[in-house]
């Protein structure tokens, strides 16, 4: 079965930066476009990044433009986010997903 199982996050001042990271099974990797998703408390979930199937389109939520990088490694079956000059507004729950599938995602809390 699908299975998405990220990782990387943590506990940062204000301007660190974090790297996540999404492993993958249970699809076939290439076929798929990935998109980081992420929850903040009280509000609902929301799609920051994705990635095509090759890497060549990717989008991003205006939010974390400049910031964010979203990659993947096809050999890995892993999808990456590189997230500098954090914010205490980026503090959330990150996912990785496609289609219905999500991961338990990864705690990102950025201090101020």
């Known amino acids: 079965q699908v299975q998405l199982v990220e990782s990387g996050g943590g506990l940062v001042q204000r301007g660190g930066s974090l790297r996540l990271s999404c492993a993958t099974s249970g699809f076939t990797f290439d076929n798929y476009a990935l998109t980081w998703y992420r929850q903040a408390p009280g509000k609902e979930s929301e799609p920051i990044a994705t990635i095509s199937q090759t890497g060549a389109i990717i989008n991003y939520v205006d939010s974390v433009k400049g910031r964010f990088t979203i990659s993947r490694d096809n050999a890995r079956k892993t999808v990456y986010l590189q997230m500098n000059a954090l914010k205490p507004e980026d503090t959330a729950v990150y996912y990785c997903?496609?289609?219905?599938?999500r991961g338990q995602g990864t705690q990102v809390t950025v201090s101020s």
């Open positions: 997903g496609l289609m219905n599938y």
